[in-house]
């Protein structure tokens, strides 16, 4: 049994931050990335971001430059700093960790946090 919980969205108005943090509990193989997605309205779920347990990170076109993404595999914690925000960035956000074993992956996804950029 695993569960991510998510905590630190919110409202915020454009130009403001907000910092996302996402952990894990239960019983987790090796982790081999953690990341975040993200859905708006009328729209697929996209990469936000992501970073393999050797620390390679990776970011979505539309949020580089804006965000970071940082993870603790010791405490099984994934966190994105967004900065500079944009009404664009309104969406539910999605923690996702994979983990498991090299011949199979486990994908482990949070129940979603609010991300509202508005005045």
């Known amino acids: 049994q695993v569960q991510l919980v998510e905590s630190g969205g919110g409202l915020v108005q454009p130009g403001g931050s907000l910092r996302l943090s996402c952990a894990a509990s239960?019983?987790?193989?090796?982790?081999?990335?953690m990341g975040w997605y993200r859905q708006a309205p009328g729209k697929e779920r996209e990469l936000v971001a992501d970073v393999t347990s050797g620390g390679i990170t990776n970011y979505g076109d539309s949020v580089k430059g804006r965000f970071t993404i940082s993870g603790d595999n010791a405490k099984n914690t994934v966190y994105l700093q967004m900065n500079s925000l944009k009404p664009e960035d309104t969406a539910v956000y999605y923690c996702n960790i994979r983990a498991g074993p090299r011949w199979f992956t486990d994908d482990y996804w949070g129940q979603g946090t609010q991300v509202t950029v508005s005045s």
């Open positions: 239960g019983s987790i193989f090796t982790i081999k990335s």
